[in-house]
């Protein structure tokens, strides 16, 4: 009987934050089909952590030396936002499939040197967006027809809460405020609303939290070409109630949390009902099982790299159109 494939994947940046290294590999060893195979990190303490977790794996302080050594085939890069490109594309260029942690970049323009680079050595390029499988998200899907056509999305994000000091605060770094949660939301907001997009605008605050260089909040707006808008706000702020997300259509309305979802609509006797609905299981380990069957058995790539980036789009466009004062016209429909 013929061995069974394996891929030798790795992780860019084990470090502590989160234990993201660590939840990469055990989400890829989880597929069946994807071997931990290297980790690479700045930080020497760091590889140890994976040598003990992962016995007997390849470590690397370089990106370029994992590069010229291993025999490695996908990379996660696990980095700070702003290293997500560069990182992305050097590993791209040595003709190695890639998965960006979210956000995928900070800018449209860097997502196209990413899909450049990946097209041109032909290897596979995605964002891990595995809430794409959150049981909210599955469960306002489901249920999505009952409330007819959505035409307006609401989404909400953060409290009062005074930012951390350190990476993800700094604006050079992050992104700012808007491109942690945010991604997910958007990516969320995307599913649900299927039009092409005409155009996004931007509204910030800063004024309160003198210490970090993130926005105090931002909120997007996104105007689609049927007609329908979105708009998400991820804030430091606003500490008073408000809905996570709230979906607005032709027949009814959509209210959910992270934990729970809630149906306001018409049924075909005219009816009104109003119903929490039973949420659907979370399927986050979908996200590497789908990059493993794409790479193994061709089968569809879920999260593309087109995709990722009219998310990075919306983001880019809202905090650009926030601090020129203009409307951004969408690139990327």
């Not at 689609?224 to 259509?249: C, E, N, Q, S, Y």
């Not at 980036?309 to 004062?325: E, K, M, N, W």
Request: charged fraction near 25%; proline fraction near 4%.
């Amino acid at each position: 009987m013929a061995a069974k494939k394996v891929i030798k994947v790795g992780v860019v940046g084990y470090g502590p934050a989160y234990g993201m290294g660590k939840y990469h590999f055990d989400q890829m060893a989880a597929t069946g089909v994807m071997q931990p195979f290297a980790a690479c990190d700045i930080n020497e303490k760091q590889l140890e952590v994976a040598r003990q977790q992962f016995p007997g794996i390849e470590t690397y302080t370089s990106v370029d030396e994992m590069l010229r050594k291993s025999e490695v085939e996908l990379l996660a890069i696990v980095l700070p936002h702003n290293l997500h490109a560069p990182i992305a594309v050097k590993c791209l260029k040595a003709g190695r499939h890639v998965v960006v942690e979210k956000p995928f970049a900070l800018t449209v323009d860097e997502c196209d040197q990413m899909i450049a680079a990946a097209k041109k050595s032909k290897v596979m390029l995605s964002t891990f967006h595995n809430r794409h499988w959150d049981a909210n998200i599955l469960t306002i899907m489901k249920h999505l027809p009952k409330i007819g056509r959505p035409y307006r999305w609401e989404s909400f994000h953060g409290g009062r809460n005074k930012p951390r000091e350190w990476w993800r605060s700094d604006k050079k770094i992050s992104g700012g405020v808007i491109f942690d949660w945010g991604a997910h939301f958007t990516e969320w907001m995307l599913q649900v609303m299927p039009g092409q997009i005409q155009d996004i605008s931007g509204f910030m605050v800063k004024e309160v939290w003198k210490h970090v260089t993130n926005e105090d909040e931002v909120t997007a707006v996104v105007r689609f070409k049927d007609g329908a808008m979105a708009m998400h706000t991820d804030t430091t702020l606003d500490g008073a109630p408000k809905a996570t997300i709230r979906i607005v259509g032709t027949r009814g309305t959509i209210i959910a949390s992270h934990t729970g979802v809630e149906l306001h609509y018409t049924d075909d006797q005219g009816a009104r009902i109003v119903a929490s609905v039973p949420m659907e299981a979370k399927a986050s380990e979908k996200y590497y099982q789908n990059v493993a069957d794409h790479l193994l058995k061709g089968k569809k790539l879920i999260i593309t790299a087109e995709k990722a980036r009219r998310v990075i789009q919306v983001l880019d466009y809202a905090c650009r159109s926030a601090q020129s004062g203009k409307l951004m016209k969408a690139k990327y429909a």
